[in-house]
T-cell receptor
Framework: GQNIDQPTEMTATEGAIVQINCTYQ??????LFWYQQHAGEAPTFLSY????GLEEKGRFSSFLSRSKGYSYLLLKELQMKDSASYLC????????????FGGGTRLMVKP | NAGVTQTPKFRVLKTGQSMTLLCAQD?????MYWYRQDPGMGLRLIHY???????AKGEVPDGYNVSRLKKQNFLLGLESAAPSQTSVYFC?????????????FGAGTRLSVL
């Protein structure tokens, strides 16, 4: 089977750092994606990891450990606009196009 | 550049009615997908297409049909709507190029079946 787990909700303070974890057990692996989804809106792409290590993109970073089936999304210098759901998704097919999503983590940023 | 456009944005159906959701993309993407999103369950793949004239089943295909007569359009049909199909439906598209396989999503269709 396949299982992608992430916390349901997290709360953090404006200006702080927050780490959102994602663990996966899938029959195949060809990359891990993070998407951001504001309430009532479409998911938008944040990051992609296919090799172990850290990918940094501005205030957002994503880490992958394939041997541990583990990833995290790190958000620095939190802003109120970062309040959203963060979706972890694993690609299992050779072309890297078929995604299996976790349930999403709803992040609330408080002043 | 519109990206991925879904119509309608909202719809209310009675049990047993039928409807078609339309997805259009202007990025010349080969792959297109239909997902449903329910509270706490994330996005689940209903059907997908790897090119014009081709479709395939995803994780939760029962009760839905799809067609891809033109590369830019992907239609999702509900032949006889049921309350269990109340959900938010998202269409997405992506390139065949593995280096550019990010999925781009439409704004969603909120469907209620009474």
């Amino acid at each position: 089977g396949q299982n992608i787990d992430q916390p349901t909700e997290m709360t953090a303070t404006e200006g702080a750092i927050v780490q959102i974890n994602c663990t996966y057990q899938t029959s195949g692996f060809n990359g891990l994606f993070w998407y951001q989804q504001h309430a009532g809106e479409a998911p938008t792409f944040l990051s992609y990891n296919v090799l172990d290590g850290l990918e940094e993109k501005g205030r957002f970073s994503s880490f992958l450990s394939r041997s541990k089936g583990y990833s995290y999304l790190l958000l620095k210098e939190l802003q109120m606009k970062d309040s959203a759901s963060y979706l972890c998704a694993v690609s299992q097919d050779d072309a890297g196009n078929m995604l299996t999503f976790g349930g999403g983590t709803r992040l609330m940023v408080k002043p | 550049n519109a990206g991925v456009t879904q119509t309608p944005k909202f719809r209310v159906l009675k049990t047993g009615q039928s409807m078609t959701l339309l997805c259009a993309q202007d990025m010349n993407h080969e792959y297109m997908y239909w997902y449903r999103q329910d509270p706490g369950m994330g996005l689940r793949l209903i059907h997908y297409s790897v090119g014009e004239g081709t479709t395939a089943k995803g994780e939760v295909p029962d009760g839905y049909n799809v067609s891809r007569l033109k590369k830019q359009n992907f239609l999702l049909g509900l032949e006889s709507a049921a309350p269990s199909q109340t959900s938010v439906y998202f269409c997405a598209s992506s390139s065949l190029d593995r280096a550019k396989n990010i999925q781009y999503f439409g704004a969603g269709t909120r469907l209620s079946v009474l």
